[in-house]
């Protein structure tokens, strides 16, 4: 299998970390690279050999394969610096283009701080989502985040509470339930999926007593996939979505907004939470937490998400391949 292609993250943060514990930790089977500096992940406890192209990864044998991209000078855990925005930004772009050209059979992205990137390069972009749409030329693109047990996809994502409401009509639910249909059935195996819709109000409006919203936007965005040979259904009061019995009964969830869908997910799991992108022409996941400054360089970071993550992405791809 073609290896997986792993990017720096923010150096200041936990990602080296996380990277180097799985690639310790023999529970990744499938191989993969980074594109980081070297240096930085040696100091991290990383025997490593450098390589020229992801072709090379397969003549490695006890060592971390890494395709170099230098930092200016070297990170100190928890202290992001401006200097070190390029260099991560440019780690994500040689990623996505080795994943399009299938040199990499897909990305795992460690986590960043988009303000840190804002600030050091002029990062324009809300998040990874929005960045790796841009990169791929992808028009829809969805976040997933999936944890055993549950899968869930927010409509509306970075953008304030108070905007969400605004942002949501039934095309956007549409579009984002199409997607994740599709993802289901081409990355996940599931032949006929089912796809639970939260409302947006409490109760799902209660017949409009809580907002029209449910009653005027998702019900009809829910008929609309229903006509399209989706099997959605609600809109479902959001607070009863979650519980065992509930979960039993539907493959993912469609959120209205963020919170919704994340703190579920992640309050079932969250050290086994994974962050997938779908719409993309490629396989991209991630750790589902975040640069974690507090504890860089502690040793306290756990690598059970990052290892989920790249145990994730060769699967999906493996399944892309075997399609």
Known sequence: MRPLAVTMGDPAGIGGEIVVAAWRSGAVTTPFFCIDDPKRLEALGARVAIIAAPEEV??????LPVLPEPLPFPARPGEP????????????ERAVGFALSGRAAAVVTAPINKRALQVGAGFAHPGHTEFL???TGAKRPVMMLTAPGLRVVPVTIHIPL???PRQLTAALIEETGAVLAEALIRDFGTAAPRIAVAGLNPHAGEGGAMGREDMEVVAPAIATLRARRID???PLP???????????????????????????VKMLDFARGVNVTLGLPIVRTSPDHGVAYDIAGRGLADPTSMIESLNLAAAMAAGRAGA
């Open 58 to 63: 397969g003549s490695v044998e006890g060592a």
């Open 81 to 92: 610096a401006p200097e070190h925005a390029a260099p991560a930004i440019l780690s994500i």
């Open 133 to 135: 749409a841009a990169l």
């Open 162 to 164: 108070r905007e969400a």
């Open 232 to 234: 959605a259904f609600g």
């Open 238 to 264: 959001a607070d009863t979505m979650f519980h065992p019995a509930a979960r039993a009964r539907y493959d993912a969830a469609l959120c209205m907004y963020h919170d919704q869908a994340l703190i579920p």
